[in-house]
Each structure stands twice: as C-alpha cells, then as structure tokens.
C-alpha cells in the first residue's frame, strides 16, 4: 500500500490509542496476556500471521497503571503468537527501541488498510491509473517515485477517517469542542491531499 498504519500513527497517534478507538470492527487482534520484554511481545495462543499481522501495523499496550501505555511499532512478525515491536522511530532502518516491561497486558492491534485501499483506488481513479482505472496503461506500482502519491494518500486517508467520526455521539463534557475539532481535522486534511494531487499531477505533465 502507498501508506500504512504506521505512517498514519506517526501523523495522528490518538487514533489507535485508549481502550477502544474509531472503528472498533476493524481489530486484527487483541486480549490481556500480552508480555514484554525490550523489543519482544509475546501473547501466548495468538495466531498473528493468520490474522495477516505483519511490519506496518501498530500495537496497543497498556498495563493499566501508566508505567506501558502507548502505541508501538511492530516491526516484524517473529511467530505464531511473537512480534518485535518498538517505541515508535524516526528511521525506521535503525535498530528496534525497547518498549519496557510488563505482563498481563491489555494489547490491541487495529488495522485502517481498509480505509488506505479505499483511497489508493480513489488516487488512481483521479490519475488515470489501474486498479481505478483498469483499461490505463500503467498502474501505481509502475511508478518509481511513490513519495508524493504516498504523502496524498496518508492526508486522504485521514481525512475520510475523522469525516467518518465526525457526527458521532461525541461523550465528555464539550461534545460541540469534540465535534468542530473533528470537522477541522477533516477538512485540513482534505486540503493537504488534494494539495499533493495537484504536486502528482504536475509531476506527470512534465514527465
């Protein structure tokens, strides 16, 4: 995919944090035995590789009390039911950064690939490309410089997810605060993409 999960954790951390989230439906995973040690989790009876778990993804760890809460990198998949994972890194190429430890720790490993597809095929449609366009000559992964349509789909992306949030019963005591804050984030990140199409598109003319 042009983006991942990581990518957008690095753009809007709160959207995989605390308990529950935006889009409950799409959890990979989850559970309450959930062990680290440095960079490795463990969660016995697991079947992450099944679940189609891999590098790009994002955990959810707490323990309830604050010494591990947060959102980490996984950074591979080790085994059935063991990942590496990472505090989350500004290159992803140096070494994992331990996360702690800890046992008996809620884990939740929520995915937003539906979310990115959607708008992969949307960037293709508006660029003549396949799979939205599927008579184009040429396709996405044809291109050999990604890096502006990956930064349009991170900013679509997040758009289409707080549009999708926004409207919903908001709880707490400033519900209107919650739900402008979520309408901003919308439309400040429909700007920032359809400022990165026209970049792609400008790209193309000259080629």
């Not at 070494?95 to 008996?104: K, S, V």
Request: proline share 4%.
């Amino acid at each position: 995919m042009l983006c991942t999960d990581l990518d957008l954790l690095k753009q809007e951390y709160n959207i995989y944090g605390g308990t529950t989230g935006p889009y409950p439906a799409q959890v990979l995973a989850k559970g309450n035995n959930g062990q680290v040690s440095g960079t490795t989790f463990l969660s016995t009876g697991q079947t992450f590789p099944a679940k189609e778990i891999a590098a790009g993804h994002v955990i959810y760890i707490s323990d309830g009390v604050g010494n591990i809460d947060g959102v980490f990198e996984i950074v591979s998949v080790d085994s059935s039911a063991q990942l590496t994972i990472s505090v989350v890194r500004t290159d992803s190429t140096t070494n994992p950064i331990p996360a702690g430890t800890g046992l008996n720790l809620f884990y939740r490993i929520k995915t937003f690939g539906p979310q990115i597809k959607r708008t992969e095929f949307e960037i293709s449609q508006l660029l003549g490309l396949k799979p939205g366009c599927p008579d184009g000559q040429y396709g996405l992964e044809d291109l050999q410089d990604q890096s502006v349509l990956k930064e349009a789909a991170l900013f679509w992306t997040l758009s289409r997810i707080f549009a999708a949030m926004y409207g919903v019963e908001a709880s707490g005591e400033n519900p209107i605060n919650y739900w402008n804050a979520l309408k901003e984030k919308r439309t400040l990140y429909r700007e920032l993409a359809e400022s990165a199409i026209q970049r792609c598109k400008m790209s193309f003319t000259i080629i």
